[in-house]
């Protein structure tokens, strides 16, 4: 076993927590995984680093197409300082490299929709990416069935065409490697149906071969990438609980895009994913795997108790494209993350139970230093909620983490459940 791999080396229950080892770095489970879309967002997590321990928050998931605005000026700035001076400056990146774990996500889903855009800031693409979307940018404005006809092109050549396959894996893990990963993400599409669960499949096992070549010492990860439909289709869910509970890699990725179980009508997709939950409960109990789980957004909560040992979001607890459509809420007052109520509130909302109660809704030491919260400006604020919601999820973490080992989760965790706003995600526990 090399440095890099994974290791557990302390496993005080059969399922959570533990401690994980990889790349001489180690990760106390339950973790929450932060994913940073802009280069602030990232800021201001190194920033809160270097002042709090945080340790339940030590992990990190920035997309492909994220990663060269985020990383590439951090990643020149250490390699210059080396050049100058063989003494390092305070560089909180560079602290971050040595104790956080990093996962560069391939975040394909993308490319199938209006978002493929994204993607075009970017000069560190593999080819292949860099052709479809050149492709479709030759039209001034695709049309949805353009995208999707390319889309559907794209899949079919990675179907179909072996050594385009490989090319393909090798560029995108060593784009992945340059970003400083830790651990490798196989760029999978997303999985609706069996062509594309088996096609994931065969990326996943070329990736593990392809990293062998590349860099044996990185450790690389199954992932599937699924939607809401997975929860509508036992093939394609039972075949990706198969290939986790049956393979011999070590850390299998999970991400379910766009999924908020607490809508009233997902009746059947809340038990399919209970089911998928129990499931993950008796892997991890039964094995020595990590389970990571991306963009859990409501779900986050259920899934850590039940046995995800990473889990991750983005700031807003995943919940923004419910406000892309009319350009965005670049102008507006984020949502301030309610610790008991488990969603967020509007600035308004937080303003009125200031005024009644005094004090915020939280202990956190960034909430309890604010003042004068009604003349807080809109950056300000935004900044504010996004440190606070840091620490919610850290506090999460840790009472998941402190639970288990009293004995008391379960019960706590409903508890928790029942007095929050999400009533339907409780039955997932
Ligand atoms: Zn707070």
């Known amino acids: ?5 994974l290791e557990i080396i302390d496993r005080q229950g059969q399922n959570l927590p533990k401690i994980a080892r990889i790349n001489e770095k ?24 270097r002042k709090y321990d945080l340790a339940f928050t030590q992990t990190v998931n920035i997309k492909l197409c994220d990663a060269h605005k985020i990383l590439v000026p951090r990643i020149t700035n250490i390699n210059q300082t080396k050049l100058l001076s063989e003494e390092y400056v305070h560089d909180d990146f560079r602290q971050s490299l040595s104790r956080d774990l990093i996962l560069i996500d391939p975040s ?19 080819i292949l990416i860099n052709r479809y979307i050149n492709n479709l940018k030759k039209s001034s404005d695709p049309s949805n069935k353009d995208i999707e006809k390319r889309y559907n092109g794209f899949v079919n050549d990675l179907v179909n ?24 993400m196989p760029p999978i599409p997303m999985i609706t149906n069996k062509k594309t669960l088996k096609l994931s499949h065969e ?12 860099n044996p010492d990185i450790e690389c990860a199954n992932y599937y990438l699924l939607n809401k439909q997975a929860l509508r289709d036992h093939q394609v869910l039972d075949g990706v609980i198969k290939n986790i509970s049956e393979s011999n890699n070590k850390i299998h990725v999970v991400k379910f895009k766009y999924l ?21 409960s008796y892997i991890n109990s039964s094995n020595d795997k990590l389970l990571i789980l991306l963009e859990s957004g409501n779900q986050l909560f259920p899934s850590t108790v039940k046995g995800f040992d990473i889990v991750s979001s983005s700031y807003n607890a995943d919940s923004d494209y419910k406000y892309r459509k009319g350009g965005g809420n670049k102008q507006s007052y984020h949502y301030y993350y309610h610790p008991s109520m ?25 909430c309890q230093n604010l003042k004068d919260i009604n003349k807080i400006k809109r950056n300000t604020w935004n900044y504010f909620v996004r440190q606070h919601y840091l620490f919610s999820r850290y506090y999460e973490m840790k009472y998941i983490h402190d639970a288990y080992k009293d004995n008391s989760l379960t019960i706590g965790a409903i508890d928790k459940l029942k007095r929050s706003k999400l009533k339907n995600i409780q039955e997932l526990i």
Not at 161 to 184: H, N, S, W, Y
Not at 204 to 213: A, D, F, Q
Not at 261 to 275: G, Q, T, V
């Open 1 to 5: 076993m090399t440095i890099s791999q």
């Open 26 to 49: 180690e990760i106390i489970t339950p973790n929450f995984m932060i994913q940073p879309n802009k280069n602030d967002d990232y800021g201001l997590f190194l920033n809160l680093k």
């Open 108 to 126: 394909l889903e993308y490319l199938s929709g209006r978002a493929f855009n994204r993607f075009t800031q970017n000069s560190d693409l593999p």
């Open 161 to 184: 065409d072996a050594g385009l396959r490989i090319q393909f894996i090798r560029d995108v893990l060593r784009i992945e490697m340059k970003f400083k990963a830790d651990i490798f």
């Open 203 to 214: 990326i996943n096992i070329r990736s593990v071969e392809v990293t062998k070549l590349i």
């Open 260 to 280: 908020d179980l607490e809508a009233n009508y997902l009746i059947d997709e809340r038990a399919m994913y209970k089911r998928f939950l129990d499931e993950i």
């Open 342 to 366: 488990m969603i967020g509130r509007p600035k308004h909302y937080i303003e009125t139970y200031y005024d009644v109660n005094s004090t915020l809704p939280c202990y956190c030491p960034i």
